[in-house]
């Protein structure tokens, strides 16, 4: 098993009344065509199978958002997507979008043994995201360390 630096700076807990509450810190998704990383953060409570994912986008140009589809085996596309906000930071747009799923999607997406792709389609055609091979096994073995956690914190359901 590879270690990425200390597991207990990736990520915070809280305790709730009804179970435990991860929050994934911020971390990058690469770019696949040359623009700045996405960043990503990723919060979930251990009582219910819906986790949110926040990320910021960095483009040009202002962006209108139609879906956002991770590609690995399948195709898990996403089209209810709230927008936090659109702000300018030196030569890109700081989009602030979260997306809503099932905790079992983002398992099958560390858990697979290629790295998936994030795909957001837009007006300005499709922007692509993910790992080399080499960042693959780096983040997808922090990320199984922190699932592990998660899966023994789970009640039965």
Known sequence: MLFAGK???????????????????PY????MQKLPAAQLDVTYGVQFDT???NMSVYYPEILAIDSIHFVSRQTLP???IETFFIDKSKKNYIHRYSIHF?????????RADTPFKMILFTDKGQLAYGY???GWLKEADWMRQIMFLIRHNRKEQ
Do not use: A
């Not at 990736?10 to 305790?15: A, C, F, G, N």
């Not at 990058?28 to 770019?31: A, G, K, N, V, Y």
């Open 51 to 53: 986790l949110t994912l």
């Open 102 to 110: 099932p905790y079992s999607e983002l398992e099958k997406m560390y």
């Open 132 to 134: 080399s091979i080499s």
């Open 78 to 80: 996403i089209r209810n």
């Open 28 to 31: 990058e998704l690469p770019s």
């Open 7 to 25: 597991i207990e700076d990736r990520y915070v807990t809280q305790q709730l009344s009804d179970g435990m509450l991860f929050f994934i810190k």
